[in-house]
C-alpha cells in the first residue's frame, strides 16, 4: 500500500471529489496560484482551472459568507481557512448562517459545505496563532465537527464530508501535514461519526483526536513496556461522536483518560467525561481524568509553549491517577 | 414617469402589491398587539414601493431575492402565501418556515426567495454566494440583495462588494435607506450622507432612487438587473426611504419628529402612485377601493388561517438542524 502525507490525503480526497462532482470548488486565500499556504492545493489550479479553484481576497467573513451562499443555491463548495484562527472573522458566518440557514427556513435549504484548514497549535506562533478551536464549534448544534489523525483517515472522512449536505468543520494541523501512513490506491470513504480503536487494551482507555493521537500512542507504548494495557479510542469526528464505542471500551477497561489539546474549560474532553460519568458510571473505577492544554494562552517560548500542550508526562500521571498508583510510578526510559 | 408606457395590468398590479403588504403588516401590528405574535417585528410600512417595484423587474424562476429581517414586504412581493407568512408570525406548523423562523425569517424556496436574516449584513456575503452560483453554472438569473441604512457600514458589506466586483457576480444590491438604524439618524453615524458613493470604491456603479416611487424603483432596478444579466456587472442603489412605524414594535420612535413623520407620510408611496394611476385615467376611487377590499380580506383570512393552524409538535424542535 502505498505511503502519503497527510497533506497529501487531504489533497487526494478534493481532487477526486472535484473530478467525480461537478459542484465541488475549492476557495480560500492563497489556494490557486500560490498552491495553497500549506501546499495543500498543489496542482489543483492546473487540472481545474481558475473556475473551481479560488483564491479569495483576506477577507474571512465575506469568502465565508459567499461559500453559504453558494451551498445554499445547490454548489458544494470547500472553503480553506489559512488556519483556523482566522475562521474567527467568520465565526458570525458560519454560526448564524450556515448552522441556522436550514433550521430558520424550516428545513427549504441544505448547506452542504466544508470549511477546512489547520487547527491548533503548530510551534513558535505565539498565541493568536496557536489555537485548538474544536470546542467553540462542537458547541454549535447544526455544525459537524470531524478531526482526523492518520492520512488514511483523513482521506476517507473529507471526502464523506464532502459529499455531506451539512456544513462540517473539518480540522487539520500544521504539523500533521507531514505526517504519514498508508492510504490505499482505490476509492474508499470512512463514515462520519465513527471512532476508530487505534490500539487494543484492557486496562485504561484512553481517548483522543487529532494531532495528540501520537502522543497518546507513544504513552501507549510506554506503559505497554510498564505491563499496562492501554486501549486507544480515536474519536476521528466529534460531531457525530460515536458514543458506543467510547461506552464499550470504558465498560471493558473501567478507567479512562481523555487527552484534548484543546482548553479544559467547556471543551470536547469535559463534554466527553461528562457523558462517562453519566453512561458508564457503575463501570467506572475512577473518576475520568482529563488532559487538555494549559488555561492559558500559548507563549511564544518553545520550551512554554510545548509544556502548555498535554505531554506524555501529563498522560502517564494522569493514568497513574485512574490506576490509582502513586504519581511517578509510570516513567520514561531514562528518568 | 410616463405610465402610458407600461401595460395598465403591470401597473394596477404593482399598487395592490403593495396595498397588500401595507394591510398585511397593519393586521401583523394588531395581531402583535393582541399578543397573538411575539419577539422582534419589524414592519414594512411606508417601504412597499421598493420591494414591489424592484422585485417586479425580476423573473423568479432564475432570480433569487435575499434581505435583512424587515423581511415581511420582500416575501409577499416575492409570491409567498399571506397565510403562511401570517402563520409563521403566529409561531405555527403551518407557517414558511415551520413556526421555527418567525417574522425575521421568511424563506419560499419555491418563489426563489431565500431569507429573512437577523443579524444586520449577515445576508449580504450569502446572496453573493447565490449569484456566485448563478454564474459557476452559466445560468442567466440575477440576486437582489437588500439591506438597510444600518448594514452599510459592516465589513461584510465592503467585502462582498468587493468581491462582486473582480468576480463580475449578477448581484444588485439594494440599501433600503429609511434614515434610522434602530433608533440612529443615518446622519449621526455615516462619514458620507451619499451612500451610492461607497459603489465607487469598488468600481461598481451606484445611484441614488427615490424609493417612495414604485415606478422609478422599478426601472433603476431594471436597468441594474439587464447590467448583471448581460454584462455580470454588480450594481449598488441606495433607496431613500422611511418606514412610519418604529424600528420593531417595541420602539416608539421617539428620537424622530412628529413633523417628520407626517411629511413622509405625505409622499406615502401607496398614496401617490394612486393618485398617479387616477390622473392618468387608469384607475377609479371605486376601483381602489374594491382593491383594497379585496387586500384586507386576503389578510383576515390568512390571520384566520394562522388562527385555526396547528403548534408545531414538542418533537418538531429536534427536526430541520440536520439534513
Same mark, same amino acid.
Given at each position: 500500500?502505498?505511503?502519503?502525507?497527510?497533506?497529501?490525503?487531504?489533497?487526494?480526497?478534493?481532487?477526486?471529489?472535484?473530478?467525480?462532482?461537478?459542484?465541488?470548488?475549492?476557495?480560500?486565500?492563497?489556494?490557486?496560484?500560490?498552491?495553497?499556504?500549506?501546499?495543500?492545493?498543489?496542482?489543483?489550479?492546473?487540472?481545474?482551472?481558475?473556475?473551481?479553484?479560488?483564491?479569495?481576497?483576506?477577507?474571512?467573513?465575506?469568502?465565508?459568507?459567499?461559500?453559504?451562499?453558494?451551498?445554499?443555491?445547490?454548489?458544494?463548495?470547500?472553503?480553506?481557512?489559512?488556519?483556523?484562527?482566522?475562521? /474567527? +472573522? !467568520?465565526?458570525?458566518? @458560519?454560526?448564524?448562517?450556515?448552522?441556522? #440557514? %436550514?433550521?430558520?427556513?424550516?428545513?427549504?435549504?441544505?448547506?452542504?459545505?466544508?470549511?477546512?484548514?489547520?487547527?491548533?497549535?503548530?510551534?513558535?506562533?505565539?498565541?493568536?496563532?496557536?489555537?485548538?478551536?474544536?470546542?467553540?464549534?462542537?458547541?454549535?448544534?447544526?455544525?459537524?465537527?470531524?478531526?482526523?489523525?492518520?492520512?488514511?483517515?483523513?482521506?476517507?472522512?473529507?471526502?464523506?464530508?464532502?459529499?455531506?449536505?451539512?456544513?462540517?468543520?473539518?480540522?487539520?494541523?500544521?504539523?500533521?501535514?507531514?505526517?504519514?501512513?498508508?492510504?490505499?490506491?482505490?476509492?474508499?470513504?470512512?463514515?462520519?461519526?465513527?471512532?476508530?480503536?487505534?490500539?487494543?487494551?484492557?486496562?485504561?482507555?484512553?481517548?483522543?483526536?487529532?494531532?495528540?493521537?501520537?502522543?497518546?500512542?507513544?504513552?501507549?507504548? /510506554? +506503559? !505497554?513496556?510498564?505491563? @499496562?494495557?492501554?486501549?486507544?479510542?480515536? #474519536? %476521528?469526528?466529534?460531531?457525530?461522536?460515536?458514543?458506543?464505542?467510547?461506552?464499550?471500551?470504558?465498560?471493558?477497561?473501567?478507567?479512562?483518560?481523555?487527552?484534548?489539546?484543546?482548553?479544559?474549560?467547556?471543551?470536547?474532553?469535559?463534554?466527553?467525561?461528562?457523558?462517562?460519568?453519566?453512561?458508564?458510571?457503575?463501570?467506572?473505577?475512577?473518576?475520568?481524568?482529563?488532559?487538555?492544554?494549559?488555561?492559558?494562552?500559548?507563549?511564544?517560548?518553545?520550551?512554554?509553549?510545548?509544556?502548555?500542550?498535554?505531554?506524555?508526562?501529563?498522560?502517564?500521571?494522569?493514568?497513574?491517577?485512574?490506576?490509582?498508583?502513586?504519581?511517578?510510578?509510570?516513567?520514561?526510559?531514562?528518568? | 414617469?410616463?405610465?402610458?408606457?407600461?401595460?395598465?395590468?403591470?401597473?394596477?398590479?404593482?399598487?395592490?402589491?403593495?396595498?397588500?403588504?401595507?394591510?398585511?403588516?397593519?393586521?401583523?401590528?394588531?395581531?402583535?398587539?393582541?399578543?397573538?405574535?411575539?419577539?422582534?417585528?419589524?414592519?414594512?410600512?411606508?417601504?412597499?414601493?421598493?420591494?414591489?417595484?424592484?422585485?417586479?423587474?425580476?423573473?423568479?424562476?432564475?432570480?433569487?431575492?435575499?434581505?435583512?429581517?424587515?423581511?415581511?414586504?420582500?416575501?409577499?412581493?416575492?409570491?409567498?402565501?399571506?397565510?403562511?407568512?401570517?402563520?409563521?408570525?403566529?409561531?405555527?406548523?403551518?407557517?414558511?418556515?415551520?413556526?421555527?423562523?418567525?417574522?425575521?425569517?421568511?424563506?419560499?424556496?419555491?418563489?426563489?426567495?431565500?431569507?429573512?436574516?437577523?443579524?444586520?449584513?449577515?445576508?449580504?456575503?450569502?446572496?453573493?454566494?447565490?449569484?456566485?452560483?448563478?454564474?459557476?453554472?452559466?445560468?442567466?438569473?440575477?440576486?437582489?440583495?437588500?439591506?438597510?441604512?444600518?448594514?452599510?457600514?459592516?465589513?461584510?458589506?465592503?467585502?462582498?462588494?468587493?468581491?462582486?466586483?473582480?468576480?463580475?457576480?449578477?448581484?444588485?444590491?439594494?440599501?433600503?435607506?429609511?434614515?434610522?438604524?434602530?433608533?440612529?439618524?443615518?446622519?449621526?453615524?455615516?462619514?458620507?450622507?451619499?451612500?451610492?458613493?461607497?459603489?465607487?470604491?469598488?468600481?461598481?456603479?451606484?445611484?441614488?432612487?427615490?424609493?417612495?416611487?414604485?415606478?422609478?424603483?422599478?426601472?433603476?432596478?431594471?436597468?441594474?438587473?439587464?447590467?448583471?444579466?448581460?454584462?455580470?456587472?454588480?450594481?449598488?442603489?441606495?433607496?431613500?426611504?422611511?418606514?412610519?412605524?418604529?424600528?420593531?414594535?417595541?420602539?416608539?420612535?421617539?428620537?424622530?419628529?412628529?413633523?417628520?413623520?407626517?411629511?413622509?407620510?405625505?409622499?406615502?408611496?401607496?398614496?401617490?402612485?394612486?393618485?398617479?394611476?387616477?390622473?392618468?385615467?387608469?384607475?377609479?376611487?371605486?376601483?381602489?377601493?374594491?382593491?383594497?377590499?379585496?387586500?384586507?380580506?386576503?389578510?383576515?383570512?390568512?390571520?384566520?388561517?394562522?388562527?385555526?393552524?396547528?403548534?408545531?409538535?414538542?418533537?418538531?424542535?429536534?427536526?430541520?438542524?440536520?439534513?
Amino acid at each position: 500500500m502505498p505511503v502519503i502525507t497527510y497533506r497529501e490525503a487531504i489533497r487526494q480526497a478534493i481532487d477526486e471529489e472535484m473530478a467525480r462532482d461537478e459542484r465541488v470548488f475549492l476557495m480560500g486565500e492563497e489556494v490557486a496560484r500560490y498552491n495553497g499556504a500549506y501546499k495543500v492545493s498543489q496542482g489543483l489550479l492546473d487540472k481545474y482551472g481558475p473556475r473551481r479553484v479560488i483564491d479569495t481576497p483576506i477577507t474571512e467573513a465575506g469568502f465565508t459568507g459567499i461559500g453559504i451562499g453558494a451551498a445554499m443555491a445547490g454548489l458544494r463548495p470547500i472553503v480553506e481557512w489559512m488556519t483556523f484562527n482566522f475562521s /474567527l +472573522l !467568520a465565526l458570525d458566518q @458560519v454560526i448564524n448562517n450556515a448552522a441556522k #440557514l %436550514r433550521h430558520m427556513s424550516g428545513g427549504q435549504v441544505n448547506i452542504p459545505i466544508v470549511f477546512r484548514g489547520p487547527n491548533g497549535p503548530a510551534e513558535y506562533l505565539s498565541s493568536q496563532h496557536s489555537q485548538a478551536l474544536q470546542s467553540l464549534y462542537a458547541h454549535i448544534p447544526g455544525l459537524l465537527v470531524v478531526a482526523p489523525a492518520t492520512p488514511y483517515d483523513a482521506k476517507g472522512l473529507l471526502k464523506t464530508a464532502i459529499r455531506n449536505d451539512n456544513p462540517v468543520i473539518f480540522l487539520e494541523s500544521e504539523l500533521m501535514y507531514s505526517w504519514q501512513g498508508e492510504v490505499p490506491e482505490g476509492e474508499y470513504t470512512i463514515p462520519l461519526g465513527m471512532a476508530d480503536v487505534k490500539r487494543q487494551g484492557r486496562d485504561v482507555t484512553l481517548i483522543t483526536y487529532s494531532k495528540p493521537l501520537k502522543l497518546v500512542q507513544e504513552t501507549a507504548q /510506554l +506503559l !505497554a513496556e510498564m505491563g @499496562v494495557e492501554a486501549e486507544i479510542v480515536d #474519536l %476521528r469526528s466529534i460531531r457525530p461522536l460515536d458514543e458506543v464505542t467510547i461506552y464499550s471500551s470504558v465498560k471493558k477497561t473501567n478507567r479512562c483518560v481523555i487527552v484534548d489539546e484543546t482548553w479544559p474549560f467547556a471543551s470536547v474532553a469535559s463534554h466527553i467525561g461528562w457523558l462517562i460519568s453519566r453512561n458508564c458510571f457503575d463501570y467506572l473505577d475512577a473518576p475520568v481524568e482529563i488532559v487538555t492544554s494549559e488555561d492559558v494562552p500559548m507563549p511564544y517560548n518553545h520550551r512554554l509553549e510545548l509544556e502548555v500542550q498535554p505531554t506524555v508526562d501529563k498522560i502517564l500521571r494522569a493514568v497513574e491517577r485512574v490506576m490509582y498508583k502513586q504519581a511517578g510510578t509510570f516513567q520514561r526510559s531514562g528518568q | 414617469m410616463d405610465l402610458q408606457n407600461y401595460d395598465k395590468g403591470f401597473l394596477l398590479k404593482l399598487l395592490e402589491q403593495m396595498l397588500l403588504i401595507r394591510r398585511f403588516e397593519e393586521k401583523a401590528g394588531q395581531m402583535y398587539g393582541l399578543r397573538k405574535i411575539g419577539g422582534f417585528c419589524h414592519l414594512y410600512i411606508g417601504q412597499e414601493a421598493i420591494a414591489v417595484g424592484s422585485i417586479a423587474a425580476l423573473d423568479l424562476k432564475k432570480d433569487y431575492v435575499l434581505t435583512g429581517y424587515r423581511d415581511h414586504g420582500h416575501a409577499l412581493a416575492c409570491g409567498m402565501s399571506p397565510k403562511a407568512a401570517m402563520a409563521e408570525l403566529f409561531g405555527k406548523a403551518t407557517g414558511c418556515s415551520k413556526g421555527k423562523g418567525g417574522s425575521m425569517h421568511f424563506f419560499d424556496t419555491d418563489h426563489h426567495m431565500y431569507g429573512g436574516n437577523g443579524i444586520v449584513g449577515g445576508q449580504i456575503p450569502v446572496a453573493a454566494g447565490v449569484a456566485f452560483k448563478i454564474k459557476y453554472n452559466a445560468e442567466n438569473g440575477v440576486v437582489l440583495c437588500y439591506f438597510g441604512d444600518g448594514a452599510i457600514h459592516q465589513g461584510v458589506f465592503h467585502e462582498t462588494l468587493n468581491m462582486a466586483r473582480i468576480w463580475n457576480l449578477p448581484i444588485v444590491f439594494i440599501c433600503e435607506n429609511n434614515q434610522y438604524g434602530m433608533g440612529t439618524d443615518f446622519r449621526r453615524v455615516s462619514s458620507v450622507l451619499d451612500f451610492s458613493v461607497m459603489g465607487g470604491s469598488y468600481e461598481i456603479p451606484a445611484k441614488q432612487v427615490d424609493g417612495m416611487k414604485v415606478l422609478e424603483v422599478y426601472t433603476e432596478t431594471a436597468e441594474a438587473v439587464k447590467l448583471a444579466r448581460e454584462e455580470g456587472t454588480p450594481s449598488f442603489l441606495e433607496m431613500k426611504t422611511y418606514r412610519y412605524r418604529g424600528h420593531s414594535m417595541s420602539d416608539p420612535a421617539k428620537y424622530r419628529t412628529k413633523e417628520e413623520l407626517e411629511e413622509y407620510k405625505r409622499m406615502d408611496p401607496i398614496l401617490m402612485y394612486k393618485q398617479d394611476l387616477i390622473a392618468a385615467g387608469l384607475l377609479t376611487e371605486d376601483e381602489y377601493k374594491a382593491m383594497d377590499k379585496r387586500c384586507i380580506a386576503v389578510c383576515d383570512e390568512a390571520v384566520r388561517f394562522a388562527e385555526d393552524s396547528p403548534e408545531p409538535p414538542l418533537e418538531a424542535m429536534y427536526e430541520d438542524i440536520l439534513a
